[in-house]
């Protein structure tokens, strides 16, 4: 009997301490976002960034190709807490390329392609 009391405690005293251990992890990995994006393309060949920022920190915006080379680079004050950006790229070369916002430590990436589209012309003669 005593012996099952001893076993039902240890069981207990192990259990609640996996339970307070994954506890502190989800806090940990709960941490506060320094910022929210929204990126997307639209059918006119333009790219929308809209950035939220939840601290006062500053925020880099960059767009990279896939050699790094920046082709644009913005850094968002302090002050700003809403940031809405259209970027026409149908002017960039064809490549991949990378749209960064880093604030506080934290990045989030987007990456897009640029292709050109070629046109066939035929000719028939009836």
Same mark, same amino acid.
């Given at each position: 009997m005593k012996s099952s009391i001893k076993t039902i405690a240890m069981t207990m005293v192990i259990a609640a301490t996996f339970a307070f251990n994954s506890f502190a992890d989800d806090k940990e990995s709960k941490k506060a976002a320094a910022f929210g994006t929204g990126i997307f393309a639209s059918n006119s060949g *333009?790219?929308? =960034?809209?950035?939220? *920022?939840?601290? #006062?920190d500053k925020a =880099?915006?960059?767009?990279?190709?896939? #050699? $790094? /080379?920046?082709?644009?680079?913005? =850094?968002?004050?302090?002050n700003t807490d809403k940031f809405r950006k259209t970027f026409n790229v149908k002017e960039?070369? /064809? $490549?991949?390329?990378?749209?960064? =916002? #880093? /604030?506080?430590g934290q990045k989030t990436e987007k990456n897009f392609e640029v292709a050109e589209v070629r046109t066939e012309r035929q000719i028939s003669i009836k």
């Open positions: *333009k790219i929308q =960034v809209a950035i939220d *920022k939840y601290t #006062s =880099v915006v960059l767009i990279t190709n896939r #050699s $790094g /080379a920046t082709f644009y680079r913005e =850094v968002i004050d302090r960039l070369p /064809a $490549g991949t390329y990378t749209i960064e =916002v #880093s /604030a506080n």
